[in-house]
């Protein structure tokens, strides 16, 4: 499981600012939460190399009435899903009845906190920080998260704290990879059809679904067998916690949505044929993409629908979904399990490209093919040279090019190689990574 880091303060103190910061991300997944002024934001972070995943939460203001209450509530569900939280206070404003309020909520959760006195660009930063020793934190810091100044600082302090030793899948061999299945991870907004789909894949007629109150982080696992190749789901719905009788839809978490896509091989990601493409839909979209997943999309509820539905349901999304152009589509029917099966053979070919074994020599004559027929335009009047490729890992793959500036191409010809290598390579379902080296 990806460690999960919680920034929690009253409004105003620059969560979101460091935010954006940890995650470079344009594109946090929120979740949706009707009424809330601010909703709590995820992303996506690589800190010192070990992923993260990064909750922004509303705010607590203190006076907790009606949507505050509201906000507060969720910032400490946050608190109590998060590994460490960093508690973020304003140096500017010094300490306020807020920020005792907030000090007091996370006294109650056995959480490790690290205080990080923000904003203290411009002012006395040593006596901006001890006005809050009296909160009694042991790992207290001086941040200018708009300046990004403190900010790997915090990151050490936060690695430190827990202690992680970082798995690094990419250091797993390919046979290793290969001997223990595909963990699949099935993902999308409620109601699309996850947990139809992932009955479907047990072989069971019937849907068991009932409601789960509160969010957990945690998928379920189940181990399958098809074809006599072995295959982990990891199951967001809750379909196999579910009771016997289906009684209301589990609610949508975020966090185990996320977790779900780190821990996985292979997404499958559902979507309603029958509901607009949404902003949702897209931002778990480019989480697979950041996450470096292999990916299959189903457009579910392919059933009983007009053929004019479906010129429509088809030109949404060449439009919506055109920056996804490496993934296959099926137009499916979970229901009645109509193009199920080569939703199977989409996730094995996405999982064989990802483990792809590919060698210096052929990336290298695939460059230089791809480098006659379309060559960079030069960056300041100096050519851009590219002398030799290899491959720099897998899950994805990896493709490392040498060259003179090669740093500086751009990133519509980077798209072009890598269009052309997934071409050449037969890559269907994985991202490609693209690196760039100075030199010989
Ligand atoms: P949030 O409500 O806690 O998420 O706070 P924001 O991230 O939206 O920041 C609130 C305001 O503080 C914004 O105007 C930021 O530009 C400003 N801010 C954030 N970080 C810093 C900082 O390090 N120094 C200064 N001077 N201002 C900051
Ligand atoms: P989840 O919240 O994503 O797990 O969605 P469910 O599997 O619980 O499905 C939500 C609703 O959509 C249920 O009423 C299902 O019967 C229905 N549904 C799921 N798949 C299909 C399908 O392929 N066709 C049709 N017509 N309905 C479906």
């Known amino acids: 499981m990806l460690p999960v880091i919680a920034l929690v303060g009253r409004p105003n103190v620059g969560k979101s600012t460091l935010f954006n910061r940890l995650t470079k991300s344009r594109d946090a997944l929120v979740a949706n939460l009707p009424g809330l002024t601010r909703d709590r934001q995820y992303g996506q ?16 203001a203190g006076d907790e009435e009606g949507i505050d209450d509201l906000m507060a509530k969720q910032s400490l569900q946050a608190v109590d899903e998060a590994d460490i939280v960093v508690f973020m206070v304003d140096a500017r404003t010094g300490m306020t009845a807020a920020d005792e309020y907030v ?5 109650r959760q056995q959480k490790p906190v690290i205080l990080a006195v923000n904003k203290v660009d411009g002012v006395h930063a040593e006596a901006a920080i001890a006005e809050y020793y009296s909160f009694g934190y042991s790992t207290i810091l001086g941040l200018a998260a708009e300046h990004g100044r403190g900010v790997s600082a915090l990151i050490d302090t936060i690695l430190d704290n827990l202690e992680l030793t970082p798995v690094n899948e990419e250091e797993q061999t390919i046979e290793e990879l290969q001997a223990r299945g595909v963990k699949l991870a099935v993902v999308g907004r409620p109601n699309v059809g996850k947990s ?6 047990l072989g069971e007629e019937r849907v068991v679904v009932f409601d789960m109150p509160g969010t957990t982080r945690d998928s379920i696992y189940i181990e399958m067998e098809r074809r006599g190749k072995p295959y982990t789901l990891i199951d967001t719905a809750g379909v196999r916690r579910r009771g016997k009788v289906k009684e209301a839809v589990e609610k949508f978490s975020v966090l185990k949505t996320l977790q779900a896509i780190g821990d996985s091989n292979v997404v499958v990601m559902v979507m309603d044929a029958r509901e607009p493409i949404t902003d949702q839909d897209l931002s778990l979209i480019s989480h697979v993409i950041d996450a470096g997943r ?18 429509e349901v088809k030109v949404e999304i060449d439009r ?18 109509s193009n199920v099966g080569h939703l199977w053979e989409s996730v094995d070919e996405a999982w064989e490209s990802a483990l792809i074994e590919m060698s210096a020599s052929q990336l290298t004559r695939l460059l230089e093919q791809a480098y006659e027929r379309h060559q960079p335009p030069a960056i300041k009047g100096r050519r851009i040279k590219l002398r030799y490729a290899h491959p720099g890992g897998h899950n994805p793959p990896i493709i490392v090019i040498h060259g003179k500036q090669v740093s500086k191409l751009q990133e519509s010809y980077k798209r072009y190689l890598i269009n052309f290598f997934r071409k050449k390579l037969n890559l269907i379902g994985t991202p490609i990574r693209l690196e760039t080296k100075e030199g010989d």
């Open 45 to 60: 972070a690589k800190l010192n190399g070990q992923p993260f995943i990064v909750v922004d939460t509303g705010g607590i």
């Open 103 to 107: 000090a007091e909520q996370l006294r």
């Open 196 to 201: 139809t789909l992932i009955n479907r894949f």
């Open 294 to 311: 292999s990916m299959v999309i189903a457009i579910n509820k392919w059933d009983g629908m007009t053929e004019e539905q479906r010129e």
């Open 320 to 337: 919506r979904l055109g920056f996804v152009d490496f993934a296959r589509i099926h137009f499916i029917s979970a229901l009645h399990g």
